[in-house]
C-alpha cells in the first residue's frame, strides 16, 4: 500500500492542538492474545533462511518504501536517505538468520533502518544540511517527483507560493528538531508506528517513548507557532 505523505497543513493543525492523539493500532502484545499476529513476511523470510536469495527481493520491494522515507524524514536528505536504506538493506540480509520472530519482521528491519540514520547523522551536521522541501512530496519518486495532491488550475499563483513556503517550513521545523525527538516524532506521527514498534525499534522502554514524544510535540508546536507568527 502506498506511503501517505502528511502535507504541512495537517501538520500545523495536528500538532497545534494540545491534546494530540494519534490513532491505535493493535499493539504486538494485543495480537498474540487475540490471535490475530501474523506477519505476511515470515515464508519469505524463511526461504532467504534456506537459501533462497530471491525470496529478499521479495522483501525489498515490500519495504524499501517506507524505509526511505524513515531515512529521508530522519536525515532530510535523499543521497543519505538512499545509501541508508542500501547499508540497512545489506546488513538485514547478512544477519537474517538472527532474526527470530519475537516481533514482526517489519519492525525489525525499520528498526535496522533507523540505527544506520542515527550512524550517518552522527557524521554529519545534520542540521546544516538539511534541505527544505514540500511535504506534499514522495521521496522515493527521485528527479521525476511529483506533488501528490497538485493543485487545481484555478488556484491562484499567490496561494500555491503560500502553501508551498508554509510546507517547506514545516519541514525545517522537523529537522531542527534534536535527534532524538525527531526520530520519535517520525516514526510515531508521521509513519504511525504502534508505542510497541518503536520501543523495539530504538530498545527504549514504552515509557520513555512516550514521555519523549510528547516533549517532541512539544518542541514542533512551539517552533510551528513561531513559523505562522513569521507568515502573518
Known sequence: ??????????????????????????????????????????????????????????????????????????????????????????????????????????????????????????????????????LDVDPYAGNDRKPIDPASDDTPVTDILIQKEIQEKVQKCINDLEKDHREILVLRDIQGFSYEEISIMLGLPDGTVKSRLSRARGAIRESLKKVLGNLR
Not at 536528505?77 to 542500501?86: L, R
Not at 519492525?107 to 552522527?122: D, F, K, P, Q, S
Open 1 to 134: 500500500m502506498k506511503d501517505t505523505l502528511i502535507t504541512g497543513n495537517f501538520l500545523i493543525q495536528f500538532f497545534m492542538r494540545e491534546g494530540t492523539k494519534s490513532a491505535d493500532r493493535l499493539s504486538h502484545a494485543e495480537e498474540r492474545r487475540t490471535g490475530y499476529f501474523v506477519d505476511e513476511d515470515s515464508q519469505y523470510v524463511a526461504l532467504c533462511n534456506g537459501g533462497e536469495p530471491r525470496a529478499f527481493e521479495v522483501l525489498v520491494r515490500r519495504h524499501q518504501k517506507k524505509m526511505f522515507n524513515i531515512a529521508y524524514r530522519m536525515t532530510g536528505n535523499y543521497d543519505d536517505a538512499a545509501d541508508i536504506v542500501q547499508e540497512a538493506f545489506l546488513s538485514a540480509y547478512k544477519a537474517i538468520k538472527t532474526f527470530r520472530g519475537e516481533a514482526k519482521f517489519s519492525t525489525w528491519l525499520y528498526g535496522i533502518v533507523v540505527n544506520h540514520a542515527r550512524n550517518r547523522m552522527r557524521h554529519t551536521n545534520s542540521k546544516a544540511y538539511h534541505e527544505p522541501v514540500s
